[in-house]
């Protein structure tokens, strides 16, 4: 045992520690995106971390707040100090159903929120990727969305208040179990989407709703991506407002072709996704609305009116990644988002993008929000296919902030994306936000490195790659 386990484990038990490879990565793990630590801790309550972030305060030691490990940023790989895994903090504190509210621990899973409210006829909306997986601390300080945010908002629209151990190991909590507070800045809400910078959340009131009487899915398959973006277009043109909006272009589509439920025309390339909820009567009007706005140029309007026929175009939606990794066998992709208006643009940009740096690509994702996951397909044992994509990846972003776009719609900055920050903020911004990151952790420790260096470095040189990447 290190000297500083040792420490750590007299500060907060034997127990606390904890070892294994799993603690150093995230989903970059593809990128070949790892770290070390000298220490990972689980703390076992609120107390034992006020206790560790005091501790590391007095000695000089960074700290990389951890929730599921789901990230796509590389925001919880360390390099060195202490991992401060959130897993033991899987605690309901309060759930009050009939005031459409509960109170969770930071470890709490999304996925047990989504059943504990739908057992009590309410509704959660945020519903990223990994739900299982993923906590309800890393979907605040990451902002995370999914594609329910198209109607109901990302995690920021669902969160009350929030209990956060700040510098030195002082306690906060900011805001309250409040549907209306604006007494001073807003601090929950720059907490949220944080990506640990400023402090470790250790608890969160979250917002319910009554939960929608039906929900039902349909899908609009086209020709081409030209087809399917105009009926995007058309659909926002229509005033109406699904619950979701998605889009698959062709290479998804033909790498998830086999699995889609009772197929697809040979000729689909593009399909658009979209939900109406609520009542029965409401959903019926909307379902005819959604039906009439797509249908002009689609080759299949598919709806999925039973439950069981939705669970199975979900199962296959929430495959698309896996589908499309099982092309190449790996592959990068970033969360770009653009002006609904230039989602076809940027469709066209990644693919070709693509065509120059010579590997295939594609995308899928929330078309109502302008948010592509535009994806380079890899052989991940090919260094030469690293380099690839992460010259295109570079390309990308340049292409998609001349569109005025941002580098990222929903996964945060974490390590990858840091340095391209920059480029989109301005100096200007970009000293703001490094004061902000002063004032709330004057001796950098909290996830130093993540999203904004709070040093008074240069302004990164665009055509150098992050020598993390």
Not at 263 to 273: E, K
Not at 282 to 311: I, K, N, V
Not at 341 to 370: F, K, M, N, Q, Y
């Amino acid at each position: 045992m290190t000297p500083l386990a040792h420490d750590l484990a007299r500060l907060l038990g034997p127990e606390a520690l904890r070892t294994g490879p799993e603690y150093l990565h995230d989903m970059t793990e593809m990128q070949r995106l790892g770290g070390t630590a000298d220490a990972v801790v689980a703390p076992a309550n609120v107390e034992q971390i006020q206790a560790l972030v005091a501790w590391c305060y007095r000695h000089g030691v960074a700290m990389v707040p951890r929730g599921g490990g789901t990230g796509f940023a590389g925001g919880a790989v360390p390099a060195g100090g202490v991992v401060c895994s959130l897993e033991r903090l899987g605690a309901v504190r309060r759930f009050e159903p009939e005031r459409w509210r509960v109170q969770v621990d930071a470890g709490v899973t999304t996925g047990a929120v989504h059943r504990l409210a739908r057992e009590s006829g309410l509704f959660y909306g945020p519903d990223p990727g990994a739900a299982e997986q993923s906590q309800i601390g890393g979907n605040v300080a990451c902002n995370a969305g999914g594609p329910h945010s198209f109607k109901y908002g990302v995690t920021r629209e669902w969160v009350m208040s929030l209990e956060v151990v700040v510098s030195g190991g002082r306690l906060m909590t900011l805001g309250g179990a409040l549907r209306k507070d604006v007494a001073g800045y807003d601090l929950t809400s720059l907490m949220v989407g944080s990506e640990g910078t400023l402090g470790i959340i250790t608890g969160a009131w979250l917002r319910l709703l009554p939960a929608p009487e039906v929900a039902w899915p349909m899908v609009a398959a086209y020709p081409d991506r030209s087809a399917g973006a105009a009926a995007v277009r058309q659909l926002y043109g229509s005033g109406l407002v699904p619950a979701i909006l998605e889009y698959v272009d062709e290479g998804a589509v033909d790498a998830s072709r086999a699995s889609f439920p009772a197929g697809l025309p040979d000729d689909a390339r593009f399909l658009v996704i979209v939900e109406a909820d609520g009542c029965r009567s409401a959903a019926e009007e909307l379902s005819d609305g959604l039906r009439a706005a797509l249908e002009p140029g689609a080759l299949l309007l598919q709806t999925y009116p039973e439950a069981a026929s939705a669970r199975q175009l979900w199962r296959w939606r929430n495959g698309l990644s896996f589908a499309v990794m099982a092309q190449r066998g790996g592959k990068m992709s970033e969360d770009v988002a653009v002006p609904v208006e230039c989602l076809e643009e940027a469709l066209e940009l990644t693919s070709r993008i693509g065509a120059e740096v010579g590997l295939p690509t594609c995308s899928w994702g929330h078309a109502g929000d302008g948010n592509l996951h535009a994806t380079f397909m890899i052989d991940p044992s090919d260094p030469a296919d690293l380099v690839r994509a992460r010259r295109g990846i570079e390309a990308l972003f340049a292409g998609v902030l001349g569109l005025g776009g941002t580098i990222t719609g929903e996964h945060g900055v974490g390590l990858v994306k840091r340095d391209f920050l920059y480029g989109q903020l301005g100096e200007p911004q970009m000293e703001l936000q490094r004061s902000i990151k002063r004032l709330f952790d004057p001796a950098n420790l909290f996830n130093p490195g993540k999203k904004i260096v709070a040093g008074p470095e240069a302004r990164p040189d665009p055509g150098t790659p992050s020598s993390t990447r």
